[in-house]
């Protein structure tokens, strides 16, 4: 069974004061209290991106307090937009929003990468540092269906690609997807296929040979 790694880049650290590579500057601890405390005095000083969400806020933002090895720091918007993070909704720390169609990207991109792993409406929805209502709403206007059932819809398509080319047991390609109830997983999968999972594996495998 193929397990998908998601690796994330090593930098460098360089001398405090210059910036690095890509345009972000050391994480002192006076920025990491700043961030921590949520402190507004900060704000316009630097702004803080999560390596993990792909997403910059500004110091004083009331989002989850992400994890100190995930925080990179910029002294401009303009640097963090280039290094490829997106602006909090939350903290709008370009004072302007992104349409929503970048933000459900993000999201679909974020639950392509991330499917194997345990996703509610609130984990979602706070990776785009929206409440679970608005992210809801906004997401199924754009997509035509929710965010739940894009996320099965996602697993559905990766069991199929497990189903026909290993030889993985059902109860270990249903946990490779996230969802870690073999009945459930059969039901869904039935549901969303009118065949079980079993079923389909010997159709498909039959039609191969």
């Known amino acids: 069974m193929e397990v998908l790694e998601i690796q994330e880049p090593v930098l ?9 590579g890509n345009g972000s500057l050391p994480l002192t601890e006076e920025k990491w209290e700043a961030i921590m405390h949520d402190n507004v005095a900060y704000n316009g000083k630097f702004f ?46 370009t004072e302007g929003l992104l349409p929503d169609h970048n933000w459900v990207a993000l999201i679909i991109d974020y639950i392509d990468t991330h499917y ?35 996320v099965q819809q996602v697993r559905i398509t ?13 109860a270990n390609i249903a946990e490779a997807v996230g969802i870690y109830n073999t009945s459930y997983f059969t039901t869904l999968f039935k549901r969303k296929l009118g065949q079980t999972p079993t079923e389909y594996r010997n159709v498909n495998t039959k039609k191969e040979r």
């Open 158 to 170: 990766r069991a199929v690609k497990y189903l026909i080319e290993s030889k993985e047991s059902i």
């Open 48 to 93: 803080y991106a999560v390596k993990t969400t792909r997403i910059f806020c500004r110091p004083s933002c009331k989002s989850r307090l992400p994890n100190k090895e995930n925080v990179l720091v910029f002294e401009y918007t303009q640097h963090a937009i280039k290094a490829g993070f997106r602006p909090c909704k939350r903290c709008n720390p």
């Open 116 to 150: 194997s792993e345990k996703l509610t409406l609130e984990s979602l929805a706070a990776v785009c540092h929206l409440s679970p209502y608005h992210f809801h709403r906004t997401f199924r206007r754009i997509k035509g269906i929710t965010p739940i059932e894009y």
């Open 12 to 20: 460098a650290d360089d001398s405090i004061g210059h910036a690095r």
